[in-house]
């Protein structure tokens, strides 16, 4: 979000990033069992919270504008975020690297030894 305002860092490492927000809390929303109606409300207190429109959480102009080289790490089994929405997003992104991680989750990512060393590896590149 920091590259869509224009602060530029020398390089970033994304985990399981969603392509679009929206669609990642519509997915939560429909997880939790909401009726059409609480998850219309959902998203609304969500975009109110976070501050901005669901426009400005799309990650496809950050991605077309490739503000630095860009490692992303994502388990094609993830069932939080969408492995397709990293293809896509890594594809947009030029410079960019995706490194399926399968078998990890949306959360083990984190912990897992490979993932932490290869992203220290490429941030001190």
């Known amino acids: 979000m920091l590259a869509a305002q224009g602060d530029v860092p020398r390089c970033m490492v994304l ?28 998203l609304e207190k969500v975009r109110q919270r976070v501050g901005w429109t669901y426009e400005q959480m799309d990650m496809r102009p950050v991605a077309r504008s490739a503000p630095c080289p860009l490692l992303v790490f994502h388990d094609p089994g993830d069932e939080d975020t969408s492995f397709a929405d990293s293809q896509e997003f890594t594809t ?29 590896r490429f941030i001190k590149m």
């Open 15 to 42: 985990l399981a990033p969603p392509l679009w927000q929206k669609g990642r809390v519509e997915r939560t929303a429909r997880r939790l069992g909401l009726s059409d109606e609480a998850q219309v409300l959902f």
């Open 92 to 120: 947009l992104w030029t410079g960019s690297r995706l490194v399926p991680c399968p078998g990890r989750g949306h959360y083990r990512l984190l912990v897992t030894a490979e993932v932490i060393n290869e992203a220290v």
